[in-house]
């Protein structure tokens, strides 16, 4: 098959669904079809639902990309993958194929009004995005007589909430690439450090991870804290904590993992969250909002602990309960690194091989 992913942009900086795209990318050029990722340089919906401080930033991106050729050091993509970069997402600058996928809620957009030529028409959600696009034209996408694939069970409950018939939405949860998350640190031989993603989305409750570390050192004054990132240095990260900014993803961040008993997601929202998944097949014991987004994999007491959002105090008792009962860390850890196992990348890509091979 021929078969093009649409991309609402150019990643200068890691993106998790982006890199989803990108291993998709990779697996199915390995099984001989055609692939072609397309990035927009700008979508004139980009700036719906967004502060003027990223409203301005994305444009800010949009002159850069003009006059710097992009170029993706943090993923690896296959040669074989037709990487194409074009002035927005209009017809004319889609080549026709088999298949074509959208991959947010501003592509699929695009691809509704594409003629039969540019493929048969799907659209992986790894998110549900009125987080960044007003609800109405989002729901609307969901809504639209197209071919889902959704990462999480959470997603496709909410297909199904929003009228979706369950033929027209296929349930394929992500994978986790082994050769770079694995341990290479023994479980049994970690300091009593955390670990947590730093971003300065909202969504993504930082300012909670931050207050439940500054509670739990409180308690235990041998804690340390790495926290890792795209940003400049935070002067909300107190100075105890060590931060990386932008780490190589295949190096760097599994030692991160790896040198840590513990790894913290205070995420308000997640899609499918690639982060704690990864410092799970790094030996990390999970302590996660329950977020939804890591239900697929994470089940509290056995291989995570979970907490409501938007509070910090109960992440704070979670990080207390591991720091001082090592046998729990650790079995939490050995649990949540055995169960993460399950998702691989080679299952996740034979199954949307299939549902987009099917003529329906």
């Known amino acids: 098959?021929?078969?093009?992913?649409?991309?609402?942009?150019?990643?200068?900086?890691?993106?998790?669904?982006?890199?989803?795209?990108?291993?998709?990318?990779?697996?199915?050029?390995?099984?001989?079809?055609?692939?072609?990722?397309?990035?927009?340089r700008w979508l004139g919906n980009n700036c719906n639902n967004v502060n003027i401080k990223e409203c301005l930033r994305m444009k800010a991106g949009k002159l850069r990309d003009t006059f710097f050729k992009p170029n993706i050091a943090w993923q690896y993509i296959d040669p074989k993958v037709d990487l194409q970069y074009v002035s927005n997402l209009?017809?004319?600058n889609i080549p026709d194929g088999d298949v074509i996928i959208a991959t947010s809620w501003q592509t699929a957009e695009y691809v509704l009004i594409y003629p039969l030529c540019k493929g048969r028409k799907y659209y992986l959600l790894q998110s549900y995005e009125t987080w960044m696009g007003p609800e109405d034209r989002v729901n609307a996408t969901w809504r639209a007589p197209i071919k889902?694939?959704?990462?999480?069970?959470?997603?496709?409950?909410?297909?199904?909430?929003?009228?979706?018939?369950?033929?027209?939405?296929?349930?394929?949860?992500?994978?986790?690439?082994?050769n770079k998350y694995c341990l290479i640190n023994n479980i049994e031989n970690r300091p009593k450090r955390v670990a947590m993603l730093f971003s300065e989305y909202p969504w993504k409750g930082c300012q909670d991870g931050i207050a439940a570390l500054e509670l739990a050192k409180k308690d235990n004054s041998v804690l340390e804290a790495v926290l890792f990132g795209i940003y400049s240095r935070s002067k909300a990260i107190p100075d105890w904590i060590d931060y990386y900014r932008e780490p190589r993803q295949d190096v760097l961040v599994r030692y991160i993992y790896n040198g840590s008993s513990i790894y913290l997601c205070p995420s308000l929202i997640e899609g499918w969250g690639l982060p704690s998944a990864e410092?799970?097949?790094?030996?990390?014991?999970?302590?996660?909002?329950?977020?939804?987004?890591?239900?697929?994999?994470?089940?509290?007491?056995?291989?995570?602990?979970?907490?409501?959002?938007?509070?910090?105090?109960?992440?704070?008792?979670?990080?207390?309960?591991?720091?001082?009962?090592?046998?729990?860390?650790?079995?939490?850890?050995?649990?949540?690194?055995?169960?993460?196992?399950?998702?691989?990348?080679?299952?996740?890509?034979?199954?949307?091989?299939?549902?987009?091979?099917?003529?329906?």
């Open 148 to 178: 889902k694939i959704v990462i999480a069970k959470w997603l496709y409950e909410k297909g199904l909430e929003l009228g979706v018939s369950e033929y027209e939405i296929k349930y394929i949860p992500n994978g986790i690439d082994f």
């Open 90 to 92: 209009n017809k004319n």
């Open 1 to 40: 098959m021929v078969i093009t992913f649409l991309l609402p942009f150019y990643p200068w900086h890691p993106v998790g669904g982006f890199r989803i795209v990108y291993e998709y990318a990779n697996h199915l050029v390995a099984k001989q079809h055609k692939v072609r990722v397309m990035h927009a």
């Open 279 to 360: 410092a799970m097949a790094c030996g990390c014991a999970v302590v996660s909002t329950d977020n939804r987004g890591v239900r697929d994999y994470a089940i509290d007491g056995y291989n995570a602990l979970l907490s409501p959002v938007n509070n910090p105090r109960r992440l704070a008792n979670n990080l207390h309960r591991l720091i001082n009962n090592k046998q729990l860390c650790e079995e939490i850890a050995y649990n949540g690194n055995k169960y993460i196992q399950n998702y691989t990348w080679k299952k996740a890509a034979e199954l949307l091989e299939q549902y987009i091979s099917i003529l329906k």
